[in-house]
């Protein structure tokens, strides 16, 4: 038998014979002189035990009487110190008293008896060192695998921590990136006004109505309590709704509807499809542009573009035609007559169940009642103000827009220093005078009672 070293080289398996007659070892040895072994010899048992203080040992066989120490003291010593060692014990004589001591305390591998059969003697050598190898790499497996489990055990600890820190990385960027996209979807609202605004400078001040429809959308969204992202896309949707109409001439854009040739009345139909159309590859614009496309479809399914009928065409799209009838019903933009906003509000309520949803039409009412009487005002907060009596940490309540209608601050706007500085420069450069709409910070706890004081 043979066995792997750590080197790479062989090495013979090693057999201890101990026996007080020479005789018996020098048989002993002829017989395994041919087998692949390293035969070590000891005449008694005191030099067996100090050969194997020296080296390794494989297998040792022991007579069972000997003077001094018997076979079966000495492989029980050999069981208590050197335990892998493989231990048979061989006996001429039947004693059942040394052969269970041999059991019991040397836990001996077989025993053989003399005379011994060398076939016998050889299979039983085979036998024990195969055992032998075989437990001692079943050993050096069990030792490899609690390596392998520890090092696993420390890598999935380590990985578990690692899975944990680049989770939180992960996830700190993901939040990261909803803030900076709702921030995104905040500026595209802004960016929209300003857009229309710049478009309406095309008309004269009496025939803009973007403004005015963004301020009355912004009331319905409010008192109905309309979530940020519907208030977004309805305010957008009143910021760009006839961005379709710019390819228009300017003597059409200034027409009453009602008065166009037939040649302009397919354009004018084709505006809401064109507006869409401008929108539908922003991706923040898709609901809005939705709105946009049926603002012109009627209740009655006489509208623009798709002839919808009834609940078939979105809500927020009956609430902006609502808004944009109203407005341009005031700007003569509808009809060749301008109505003041009474008359604008009669015409809708005329028309309700044809052009506009009738279970809307008081409910909008009520709006333009809050958006005439401005509520705002109402709010002991909120307060008009010149440019230079503005100061920093107020708020603007409403868009403040130039003389020439360009947007210049949004509503929920900060004021600062720098911002209040850059308003009374402009309005300066403008030759105007500005009625800034703002709510005033509430004095911190104590400052009352401290100024009363002084």
């Given at each position: ?9 062989e ?7 101990v ?38 040992v ?20 050999v069981?208590?110190?050197y ?14 008293t ?6 019991n ?7 053989l008896?003399?005379?011994w ?5 050889l299979?039983?050598?085979?036998q024990?060192?195969a ?5 001692d ?18 890598l999935?600890?380590t990985?578990e921590?690692?899975?944990a820190?680049?989770?939180?990385e ?14 995104l979807?905040r500026s595209?609202?802004t ?5 229309s605004?710049?478009?309406?400078l ?5 025939k ?5 429809i ?6 319905y ?16 949707a ?28 397919d354009?004018?139909r ?5 507006s ?5 590859t ?10 946009i ?18 609940e ?6 009956r ?6 009838d109203f407005?341009?019903?005031q ?12 008359e ?7 028309y ?33 103000l010149?440019?230079?009596e503005l ?15 360009m947007?210049?601050l949004n ?11 850059k308003?009374?420069?402009?309005e300066?450069?403008?030759?105007g ?6 709510r ?12 009363g004081?002084?």
């Amino acid at each position: 038998m043979e066995e792997q070293l750590n080197d790479g080289l062989e090495r013979k398996s090693t057999v201890l014979l101990v026996d007080d007659e020479e005789s018996i070892l020098n048989s002993l040895r002829r017989l395994l002189r041919s087998q692949p072994y390293e035969i070590l010899l000891a005449d008694s048992g005191e030099k067996a035990l100090e050969i194997l203080a020296q080296r390794p040992v494989d297998v040792v066989m022991s007579d069972a009487r000997m003077p001094g120490m018997d076979g079966a003291t000495l492989l029980a010593h050999v069981h208590q110190r050197y335990p892998s060692t493989l231990r048979i014990l061989l006996t001429g004589y039947a004693d059942m008293t040394l052969i269970a001591k041999a059991i019991n305390e040397g836990q001996i591998h077989r025993y053989l008896s003399k005379p011994w059969n060398d076939d016998e003697m050889l299979v039983t050598l085979r036998q024990a060192l195969a055992h032998h190898h075989s437990e001692d790499e079943r050993q050096r497996l069990q030792a490899l695998a609690r390596e392998q489990n520890e090092q696993l055990r420390s890598l999935n600890a380590t990985l578990e921590k690692r899975v944990a820190a680049r989770t939180a990385e992960l996830q700190q960027t993901a939040d990261m990136l909803d803030l900076a996209y709702e921030e995104l979807k905040r500026s595209y609202v802004t960016g929209t006004e300003v857009f229309s605004l710049l478009a309406n400078l095309r008309l004269p001040k009496a025939k803009q109505t973007n403004r005015q429809i963004i301020e009355l959308i912004r009331v319905y969204c409010k008192t109905h309590g309309l979530s940020e992202t519907d208030s977004r896309d309805m305010t957008m949707a009143a910021a760009l709704y006839n961005i379709g109409k710019l390819s228009w001439t300017d003597g059409m854009m200034t027409a009453p509807a009602d008065l166009l040739r037939h040649t302009e009345r397919d354009l004018y139909r084709a505006y809401p499809k064109q507006s869409e159309s401008l929108l539908m590859t922003l991706e923040p614009m898709k609901d809005a542009a939705r709105i946009i496309l049926h603002h012109q479809e009627r209740w009655d399914g006489s509208g623009f573009p798709d002839h919808l009928r009834g609940e078939a065409i979105p809500l927020g799209a009956r609430w902006l035609k609502l808004a944009v009838d109203f407005i341009e019903l005031q700007r003569g933009l509808i009809l060749e007559r301008q109505m003041n906003s009474a008359e604008a509000l009669l015409f809708i309520r005329k028309y309700a169940g044809r052009l506009y949803d009738p279970d809307l039409v008081e409910d909008f009412v009520k709006v333009c009642a809050d958006f005439l009487s401005d509520v705002s005002l109402s709010d002991p907060t909120v307060v008009v103000l010149g440019t230079r009596e503005l100061a920093a940490g107020m708020v603007l309540v409403r868009n403040l827009n130039a003389d020439n209608g360009m947007l210049l601050l949004n509503a929920g706007k900060v004021l600062s220093t720098a911002l209040v500085d850059k308003l009374i420069a402009f309005e300066a450069m403008e030759a105007g005078k500005y009625s800034v709409f703002v709510r005033v910070p509430e004095p911190a706890p104590g400052h009352e009672q401290a100024a009363g004081l002084a």
